[in-house]
Nanobody, 120 residues
């Protein structure tokens, strides 16, 4: 199976910046989509931004202009650059990927999450 490992979470002051990283490993897995979701306390998980291997992105309007996935990510890795963070950005951020092997399609995996706490 595929393993996703997130890093970069922590405590940041409101208005500050933070960059998360995710590395995917799996010798027979090819990534088609990779990106980030988040789940705030007491709320449902929501999409932050995901990007396809072809470069197409899907993102939440609430973070547009403040959150971005670099276009030149290395293969099987993804980062999330967050600027002007707000307290409502406090959440567990999950790396997500969808891909395939030579024999199966539509496989998806989740990381265990990394906590981002934005203090006021």
């Amino acid at each position: 199976q595929v393993q996703l490992v997130e890093s970069g979470g922590g405590l940041v002051q409101a208005g500050g910046s933070l960059t998360l990283s995710c590395a995917a490993s799996g010798s027979t897995f090819s990534i088609d989509v990779i990106g980030w979701y988040r789940q705030a306390p007491g709320k449902q998980r929501e999409l932050v931004e995901v990007r396809s291997s072809g470069g197409m992105a899907k993102y939440a309007d609430s973070v547009k202009g403040r959150v971005t996935i670099p276009r030149d990510n290395a293969k099987n890795t993804v980062s999330l650059q967050m600027n002007s963070l707000k307290p409502e950005g406090t959440a567990v951020y999950y790396c997500y990927t969808e891909g395939h092997t030579d024999y199966e399609y539509g496989m998806d995996y989740w990381g265990k999450g990394t906590l981002v706490t934005v203090s006021s």
